[in-house]
């Protein structure tokens, strides 16, 4: 049963154009979602997150959409940069643990 | 300089061995957890401990054994029971409380069983 899903596995987009990553969960008790960035061979890092009682929080290039009705939350980078190029993680945070989805790896093409 | 440090980078064991992940983290960061990740899944939980002395099993916990002596320690040891050990091992950490989520990763140890 997958809590956490990120249906796509893999997306392209053009250097510079809007990159859109997607999430949907199914536990409504999550509380907390994060995004991690994750390249081959690596840890994952933390790179934006977003509180269940906001629907928006923005850092830089990136911003956290966060659709409570809809169980939807979304990932955009813009513009994006080939140094974006990595598996990208939702992660959804219920009673101390982190709930993964399978990510989703990102190619931003120069 | 603070961080989690995981030894070795890369691991190869025979078929029956059993086997211990090393992690290591000077945060001072009260919870510690292991996930396994595998082609095309996401992180999933092996094991997690939220105070020393003290730990949890995960979704996954079968053929895996866990320690919690000291608060900068938590070693993960793969035994042979565990039907496919070979996958790259993540530990992570996080201080314990309602407002800490964000964990924090160490750079995985690749297992490879022969």
């Known amino acids: 049963d997958q809590q956490v899903k990120q249906n796509s596995p893999s997306l392209s987009v053009q250097e510079g154009r809007i990159s859109i990553l997607n999430c949907d969960y199914t536990?409504?008790?999550?509380?907390?979602f994060l995004w991690y960035k994750k390249y081959p061979a690596e840890g994952p890092t933390f790179l934006i997150s977003i509180s269940s009682i906001k629907d928006k929080n923005e850092d830089g290039r990136f911003t956290v959409f966060l659709n409570k009705s809809a169980k939807h939350l979304s990932l955009h980078i813009v513009p994006s940069q080939p140094g974006d190029s990595a598996v990208y993680f939702c992660a959804a945070s219920y009673t101390g643990k982190l709930i993964f989805g399978q990510g989703t790896t990102l190619q931003v093409k120069p | 300089d603070g961080g989690i440090t995981q030894s070795p980078k890369y691991l190869f064991r025979k078929e029956g061995q059993n086997v211990t992940l090393s992690c290591e983290q000077n945060l001072n960061h009260d919870a510690m957890y292991w996930y396994r990740q595998d082609p095309g899944q996401g992180l999933r939980l092996i094991y997690y401990s939220q105070i020393v002395n003290d730990f949890q099993k995960g979704d996954i916990a079968e053929g895996y054994s866990v320690s919690r002596e000291k608060k900068e320690s938590f070693p993960l040891t793969v035994t042979s029971a565990q039907k496919n050990p070979t996958a790259f091992y993540l530990c992570a950490s996080t201080h314990r409380g309602e407002f800490y989520n964000e964990q924090f990763f160490g750079p995985g140890t690749r297992l490879t069983v022969l």
């Open positions: 536990n409504s008790m999550f509380d907390y």
